[in-house]
């Protein structure tokens, strides 16, 4: 069983940056595909960023595109969210998710149902 804690949220202001980052357990992190998804008061929850199991290849959203970049250390088992230039409306509940059906080396899964893993998920918010 696959366990990820979210950790690194909190209240910042317009512009500012936060790292969130995602520890998985109870399982072999390097062979996950990984993803942040984000869920806004009142909002579905929607895709943010995804990395392919080497870490090779990324996805994100067009909105996050250029202020945000993902990344993994398969050595600690983390999956990290570097966030910059924070605008209100990245104020959401972010959840990292891991997919392990064995996807291949490069392939990056950008939809809720490929993921089997979700952590609780850490609140960011961004005041303006």
């Known amino acids: 069983q696959v366990q990820l804690v979210e950790s690194g949220g909190g209240l910042v202001q317009a512009g500012d940056s936060l790292r969130l980052s995602c520890a998985a357990s109870?399982?072999?992190?390097?062979?996950?595909?990984m993803a942040w998804f984000r869920q806004a008061p009142g909002k579905e929850r929607e895709f943010v960023a995804a990395?392919?199991?080497?870490?090779?290849?990324?996805g994100y959203t067009n909105s996050v595109k250029g202020r945000f970049t993902i990344s993994r250390d398969n050595a600690k088992s983390t999956l990290y969210l570097q966030m910059m230039t924070l605008k209100p409306e990245d104020t959401a509940i972010y959840y990292c998710?891991?997919?392990?059906?064995?996807?291949?080396?490069?392939?990056?899964?950008?939809?809720?149902?490929?993921?089997?893993?979700w952590g609780q998920g850490t609140q960011v918010t961004v005041s303006s």
């Open positions: 998710a891991a997919d392990s059906s064995s996807p291949g080396s490069l392939t990056v899964r950008l939809r809720e149902y490929e993921y089997q893993y």
């Open positions: 109870g399982g072999t992190f390097s062979s996950y595909a």
């Open positions: 990395l392919s199991r080497t870490g090779i290849n990324t």
